[in-house]
């Protein structure tokens, strides 16, 4: 392939350290991430490093707990609530999304007035509950299993089976 791409945007999944690192390197260019839904996006990440802002001028993202209610910024919330501001053909009013993510209470050194996503941490509906060893259950999330498969190197594919 003979192409020099100046960025790469990625989005849809998490992006790993391990693959923003690989990707740098094999394209030697800037790698940036968005996030958002095929009905809205609604944040990317800042130029400075500090996390994804909302995009909220075009949108609402409410993070909620299990119970939709909101969860102060710095708490981890089991959900996102999504309401769309430009959709005026179908609205998108308060729309579940079961990602889990923490909002940073800080302000961001870039001057951007809207707030950050500091950690998404996947989907509440992809935890798996194991048998801990002293009874009871653990929840798990895949995305652990990511970062320590990832750091081992040799590893081209993987698949978790829960039964």
């Known amino acids: 392939m003979h192409i020099s791409p100046h960025i790469i945007a990625t989005g849809g999944e998490a992006l790993t350290k391990e693959l923003r690192q690989r990707l740098r390197a094999v394209w030697q260019c800037s790698v940036f991430d968005i996030y958002g839904t095929t009905e809205g996006l609604f944040s990317a990440e800042c130029s400075f490093g500090g996390g994804m802002h909302l995009f909220e001028d075009l ?15 710095g708490t981890l919330g089991h959900k996102i609530l999504f309401t769309s501001l430009f959709s005026f053909t179908q609205p998108i009013i308060r729309y579940e999304i079961s990602d889990m ?36 259950q653990v929840a798990v999330h895949p995305i652990h299993f990511w970062d320590v498969l990832e750091s081992c190197g040799d590893i081209r594919q993987y698949q978790v089976v829960h039964e």
Do not use: K, M, W
Request: with cysteine; glycine share 12%.
């Open 101 to 136: 993510v923490t909002l940073d209470p800080e302000p961001c050194p870039c001057g951007r007035p809207f707030r950050r996503i500091s950690s998404i941490n996947g989907r509440s509906d992809d935890i798996l509950y194991l048998q801990g060893r002293a009874g009871g």
């Open 59 to 73: 949108g609402i993202v409410d993070v909620v707990d299990e119970h939709n209610c909101p969860v102060p910024d």
